[in-house]
């Protein structure tokens, strides 16, 4: 079984500040993190760890490797405060597995 | 433009059943498969499964075997949820959401809450 360890659980930061959160997979895989609002579905930001899918935002960006990731949003805009998850996909079949999310809350 | 809807809300008994649908928008159906996450309140999205669209064949995750089952209408481009033996703990959002090329979640319905309660 995967396990995705996010952190923070929380991050209180102001608009403009720079946002940078952590996930970690107990095995090497792909990864992909989505943006949840209230009442909204996930929605994709990037995939394969540091392509950003359609639409978003260059202020959003990913980068790691192996089972250390990273998601930084550099200046946050007053949408951005969200809930965060990590996702890992293997290879074939695919399965899915999630992070338990970080809360980007204003400060 | 691509558009997953969900059928809507439902309350249901423990001991019911729940079909959830999916309706497929804006691309071929069976080109792309589905995935089903349910969200407890207040918690995180957990995978269920995927249901190849082409074949019919669906993979179920640890935890969603026996009362979970994943079909298809491609007639309609149309996904379904069912749930049997609803307990209240089946309580939560369930959302579609496509995989993309890449196998990734692209497109995601707008969930429907199923509240299991006496």
């Known amino acids: 079984e995967i396990v995705l360890t996010q952190s923070p659980a929380t991050l209180s930061l102001s608009p403009g500040e720079r946002a940078t959160l952590s996930c970690r997979a107990s095995q090497s895989g792909f990864l992909a993190w989505y943006q949840q609002k209230p009442g909204q579905a996930p929605r994709l930001l990037i995939y394969d760890a540091s392509n950003r899918a359609t639409g978003i935002p260059a202020r959003f960006s990913g980068s790691g490797s192996g089972t250390d990731f990273t998601l930084t949003i550099s200046s946050l805009e007053p949408e951005d405060f969200a809930v965060y998850y990590c996702q890992h996909r293997t290879n074939w079949p695919p399965t899915w597995t999630f992070g338990q999310g970080t809360k980007v809350e204003i400060k | 433009q691509v558009q997953l809807v969900q059928s809507g809300s439902e309350l249901k008994k423990p001991g019911a059943s729940v079909k959830v649908s999916c309706k497929a928008s804006?691309?071929?159906?069976?080109?792309?498969?589905m995935n089903w996450v349910r969200q407890a309140p207040g918690q995180g999205l957990e995978w269920m499964g995927w249901i190849n669209t082409n074949t019919g064949n669906p993979t179920y995750a640890q935890g969603f075997t026996g009362r979970f089952v994943f079909s298809l209408d491609t007639s309609v481009s149309t996904a379904y949820l069912q749930i049997s033996s609803l307990k209240a703990e089946d309580t939560a959002v369930y959302y579609c959401?496509?995989?993309?090329?890449?196998?990734?979640?692209?497109?995601w319905g707008q969930g429907t809450l199923v509240t299991v309660s006496s």
């Open positions: 959401a496509r995989h993309s090329n890449s196998w990734w979640g692209d497109y």
């Open positions: 804006g691309y071929t159906f069976t080109t792309y498969a």
